[in-house]
Structures are given as structure tokens and as C-alpha cells.
């Protein structure tokens, strides 16, 4: 349970990656996509929060059945209509009079999850995945690197310092973050210029003089 202050706080909130509500329980397909589009994770955010019985203006419409029928509704979708069945912590809390379920969903370690297409965050909106993309969740799932490169492109840096080892006169270069892959990444310096790097060579850190990510690796001859 969380306190009325950060009850408030939530219920005052934007939509974002992290944030989805859901005027009422009733659009159980649209519920059980945002469950799935949580638990996969795809940007690394640690998953996200669905409001039940709210407006998308913000304003209060409340759930019209009990805490309990609210409760065995919400987890039904997530256990019985998701694939691999996705774990829920579901709270109920009265807001202006009017009843409102706080749905938080973590990143999860069996993803990724389907109901049929599997479906990852853009935004303030769902999607579905591309088959590319449902690689990457895979090794999501154990690759700290490949969360990391995630969340990188979830938040537009997508320029990079590059720096190739042995450094030279092509040691430090920038370049564009065009591909992730469960085993390497696509590094774009320009139309016809592109190194293909193994994960397993690359090295993540950050260039404060540019400030923007950067990626060390070796250069192969």
C-alpha cells in the first residue's frame, strides 16, 4: 500500500512509460495488454502502474464493483489471459468517494509475455513487438549490457562515443546506435560506414566532455 500523499501524487500524474489508466474494468484487453507491456520491460524502466478507474483526463470514474470482485478480475487477466502468467501486486483504495484499484507490475524474469502478439511500451502507448524484439527481450532478461543499451535507445541517446582499442586515428569515433541484437549491436558512423561489435567485446560507460553514452570495444583487424 502506498501513503494518500503518494496516492495523490500518482492519480495527479501524466501518462508515461512507467504510468497507464483505464477508466474502467470492463476493457480487460486493453488491461491485459499494459499488464504484458509492463512485465516485458523492453526499455529497462523496472515495469510500470495501471490506475483502474481513472479517466485518461485524470478525472475519477471509479470501479463499480466491490475490492474484491476488482482483485479477482485483475489477477485472472494476469494469471489465466497472459502467457507466461504475470505476477501483480493489486491495492484498492477509496479516492474522492469513489473506488480505484493501483495495478504495479514488475519487470519480469519469465518474459517475454504474450497473449498472442507480445507487446512492449512506446511512450504513453502499447505496441507490438517485432520478432527482433522479442530476441532482445530474451537476453534482456540476463544481460545488464543489453538493459542498458535498451534504455539508452528508450531515451533517444542513440549518438555514441565509440572508442576502438587500440586507439588511432579511427579510435574515437561518434556513431549512431542502429540495431540491438541479443549477441551484438549495430554501430552506424555513416551510410556507408557500420561496424557490427560482439556484446561480449563491448564495454558501457559515459563521456562527460560530450556528454552522451559511450562504448568501448576492441578493434579487430
Known sequence: MISLDELNSLVDADESDT??????????????????????????RGGGKIIIGQ???????????????AQQTI?????NRCRPSIPVIIDIYEHHAKRIAVVDVKA?????????????RQGSTNRVATDAEIMVLHSAAVDPKVRQLLTWQQEGKTTLTCVQLPTGMWGLISAELAEINGTYIVLRHSPSFSMTVPLED???????QRKQPQVTFQRHH
Open 19 to 44: 504510468l497507464e489508466r483505464k477508466a474502467s474494468l470492463a476493457d480487460t484487453d486493453a488491461i491485459r495488454n499494459t499488464l504484458i507491456a509492463f512485465a516485458n520491460d523492453l526499455a529497462g
Open 55 to 69: 479517466n485518461p483526463d485524470k478525472t475519477i470514474a471509479g470501479i463499480s464493483v466491490g475490492a474484491d470482485e
Open 75 to 79: 489477477s485472472n487477466l494476469a494469471r
Open 108 to 120: 519480469s524474469l519469465a518474459r517475454p509475455h504474450f497473449r498472442g502478439d507480445c507487446y512492449v
Open 202 to 208: 563491448l564495454r558501457l560507460g559515459y563521456d562527460y
